[in-house]
């Protein structure tokens, strides 16, 4: 823990006090978002202080260039950026012509901000003495709409506290903005149209390279102690900015308020020239609602949202804050609505990384969409990869390989890799195997085997072709191997046989080969389609099985574990435990070149197939490659405690999997690694929901069914959790004494509760 201002909340993440060392922290974690655009919890007004301005359209992105010190062959040419969109709340605030600015102000009183997450709103409320003396209270409310994605909603309320006061409100838009990361400081926006009519305002702007046309908007006005004022505001334009100005005497005690409706229509949903005209259709429409019929639509939304994905937890309010917060943050990023969206790791909460899709998305995020959204959320996702299967075979072509092999980007906006790391660019190839893993488990969990008929098979094909490819022949081992990789522990590049990545190549290509046979004899139509178009042959597919079946595996016979890769066991092996707590995070004091002689695993890697492949091996099996590998993993990434916390509690070593858990879950809000003022771990968010409902309420599909082994940690009295398997809703509630299931839907089902048939019937709660 770095961090601990954050006041637990069972449904709030609250500050109080202002504090100018967290401004950036807390831009980050308040921010709110609604699936289409999303905002950091910037000030509307002015702030000389130290902050980072974000404002974010899901789909926009610049294709920086790659910036490398020597250019190898196959290296992507660009560095997809998320950008930094033009801004639109934007209020400066004048008392007595004095601007309103925390950072220069004499006096800061009474500061507080809240992220209801039950409604999804963010308020702050502070008071202030300005350095001309006035005094003035401020309360803030801002939302970004859910039913009418494209918009977003601003109540700023001022109430001079000591004398009457002029107070000079300019709400504006700003297309001049840059982005935090850039590798060339290049200019990503160009504006080519500014208007202002009456209480209106509209920049239209487009990217460069990208051509992502974008109409910024903005629609004002005023009420004074509740009664709407009609004064028209005078307007300035500058070359990248439009402002509207209201002024109004202000006695002490009333309360002026400012309403601004403001968002972006783009032209990756409306014709380029019509962007202006669907601006102004949506304006209409919110400004008609309301401000305040807008709002309680909002709640309803998030009501709607929260009856499926809510996990309750009774006893533990940081616990419970936690698993809350995660889930916010996923729904504020990814609602299913857009197959050509993703999930980005920072969301709509910072620019780090780049891209919007890494391998996150399959192997921690879709589980979360599957079990608490309508399966066709997860479809969409899985349609998203299929879209860019033209481009994942590009990108292999470029590295050599031929005849429809696929290797799908590390990091993409569209299908092309633009991560420029060579590590990871071309030898984190572990990335394929994560993608058709999360096709088999798509399909287990509910039933849809239409992807496999549709879309799958053929992205299958692609990775068994690429996998087939990549192994060669080891004359000397007589098994196949694959060199020059870096598995998920990234503290370890350029290694051979990495286990994960070996098990997982040969296990896509042994599914790839059963699906093959089950489409054969079962749906010879769509059979003699795929074949027709990939051009798979009887002769290749058994090469694939050839490979699959000689595949090299290192293991160490005195330890009993499979080796993470070749060599392992030639490093100096010191436990973290023995690591001095001053050179940690090692990757922000120590050289790479000491880190990868090292034995610290940045996040789970052979774990990481026990994750995923946990029915293959005995519980004996995990406890020693837990107990062997677990004592090296420093937990640098995001994505690391999740998957030891769902294992540690498989293992029934619940203090250790409780650990985890709030590690994961608190890891923004206690800013374990050092880093939330550049954005939130949203990806990682979906293996917090994991940790509770896969770790300590067991659950998995096991023949065909829902199976669960219900644990429950000490510092707990309960918890509860919904998922919806295959349109069946059950509920879930865990005491130490007794779990409750609840079934809602039309048909009587049999789950498995500890390994026993338990059938639930609609409506009926059933007690174990």
Known sequence: MNQDYIIPDGWSIIEEGFDANRVKSSESIFSIGNGAMGQRANFEETYSGNTFQGSYIAGVYYPDKTRVGWWKNGYPEYFAKVLNAPNWIGIDIYIEGQLLDLNTCSQVVEFRRELHMKEGVYTRNFKAVMANSAEIEVKVTRFLSLEFDEVGAI???????????????????????TNEDSNWDDKFWNTTRI??????????????????????????HLDLNGVKLNNLPSATKEEQRVGHQYITQVEPGETLSLYKFGGYTVSRNHAEDDLMHAAKKVLAQVTELGFDALLEKQ???????????????????????GIRFNIFQLNQTYLGKDSRLNIGPKGFTGEKYGGS???????????????????????????????????????????????????????????????????????????NGAIAFAIFNYCRFTGDYSYILEMGLEVLIGIARFWQQRANFSEQKNKYVILGVTGPNEYENNVNNNWYTNYLAKWCITYTIEQLQKVKEGFPEDYKRVIGKTEVTDTEVRQWGKVADQMYFPYAKEQGVFLQQDGFLDKELITVENLPKAQRPINQKWSWDRILRSPYIKQADVLQGFYFFEDHFSLEDLKNHFDFYEPFTVHESSLSPCVHSIQAAKLNQMEQAYTFYLRTSRLDLDDYNKEVEEGLHITSMAGTWMSIVEGFGGMRVVEDTLSFTPRIPLQWKGYSFKVNFRDQIVKVSVTAQKTLFLLTGKNAITIQVNGSPVQLRPNTAVEI
Request: proline share 3%; with cysteine; charged share 25%.
């Open 155 to 177: 109540k700023y309320e001022v109430t001079p506290l000591n004398s009457k006061r002029e107070i000079t409100f300019q709400p504006y838009l700003d297309s001049g903005i």
């Open 195 to 220: 208007v202002s009519e009456g209480s209106q305002a509209f920049i239209e702007s487009h990217t460069l390279k990208t051509n992502f046309s974008v109409c910024t908007f903005m629609h004002c």
């Open 299 to 321: 709640k309803k939304a998030w009501a709607e949202i929260w009856e499926m994905s809510d996990i309750s937890i009774d006893g533990d309010v940081k616990a419970q804050q």
């Open 357 to 431: 899709t890494y391998w996150d998305t399959e192997a921690y995020c879709i589980p979360f969409y599957m079990a608490t959204k309508d399966q066709k959320v997860a479809r969409n996702l899985l349609k998203y990869r299929y879209n860019h299967l033209e481009k994942a075979i590009e990108n292999a072509q470029k590295l050599g390989f031929t005849k429809g092999a696929a290797l799908y980007p590390m990091v993409t906006m569209n299908g092309e890799e633009c991560h420029n790391e060579w590590e990871i660019t071309f030898e984190e190839i572990h990335r």
